[in-house]
């Protein structure tokens, strides 16, 4: 079973901590993707990835960062955590941009207190 | 560009109702489109989408969308729904390699 399997579902944060969100795929696509998710506004785009050591800013980079060593993995850094970035953070990879389908995994609520 | 409107934040609808779920976007260029649905607490998952060819499109769950051009328009239908399609649904349109998601539809089920 296709699996993207993101390390931590929820996360408790202060204003001011580097946070790190972890994204692990194995199907080994080579486009992967970062969305924040809230209430009424739906998904925007953050960062995506196209290749390893590739990245490429979307919608909303503002106040993150990505790292993407390996292709099974993309990390999503919020180098000084705000409270206004307290959302759910969605990985999606994808072994076709732009037409092939996003596979998601179950998001990571982070909270920043 | 690209921009994605789903006209209802929530749809209403008895058990066993039909139901549409809108969605437009702003090009008339060649576009890929998508709807998704998130159960809840879980991730997006894909329902249909829209590459080329004909214009009704059906998906998983006994979903189907209709692509009109003249009207930018990619609406959802499901003839007769099931408690277990409540949900959130995400019409979706490519703009390169990018997906651009709409703000997304709650259906709630009534029984």
């Known amino acids: 079973d296709v699996k993207v399997t993101q390390s931590s579902r929820y996360l408790v944060k202060r204003t001011g901590e580097k946070v790190f969100l972890e994204c692990v795929q194995d199907m080994d696509h080579e486009n992967m993707f970062w969305y924040r998710q809230d209430p009424g506004l739906g998904l925007r785009l953050i960062y995506f990835?196209?290749?390893?050591?590739?990245?490429e800013k979307g919608d909303i980079p503002e106040g993150y960062s990505v790292s993407r060593e390996k292709k099974e993995r993309f990390s999503l850094i919020l180098e000084s955590a705000s409270t206004n970035q307290t959302s759910m953070y969605l990985c999606a990879s994808s072994s076709q941009p732009g037409a092939g389908e996003l596979f998601f995994g179950e998001g990571s609520r982070l909270t920043v207190l | 560009a690209q921009s994605v409107t789903q006209l209802d934040s929530q749809v209403p609808v008895f058990e066993e109702a039909p139901v549409e779920l809108r969605c437009n976007y702003s090009?008339?260029?060649?576009?890929?489109l998508f709807w998704y649905v998130q159960y809840p607490n879980q991730g997006l998952q894909l329902l249909l989408k829209?590459?080329?060819?004909?214009?009704l499109v059906k998906g998983i769950n006994g979903f189907e969308a209709e692509f009109n051009k003249s009207q930018t328009s990619f609406h959802l239908r499901k003839p007769s729904v099931h408690i277990s399609d409540t949900a959130e649904y995400f019409c979706?349109?490519?703009?390169?390699?990018?997906?651009?998601f709409g703000k997304g539809t709650r259906l709630h089920i009534l029984p």
């Open positions: 090009s008339s260029v060649s576009v890929y």
């Open positions: 990835s196209y290749d390893v050591k590739m990245k």
């Open positions: 979706a349109v490519s703009e390169g390699d990018k997906i651009i």
């Open positions: 829209y590459l080329s060819g004909s214009t």
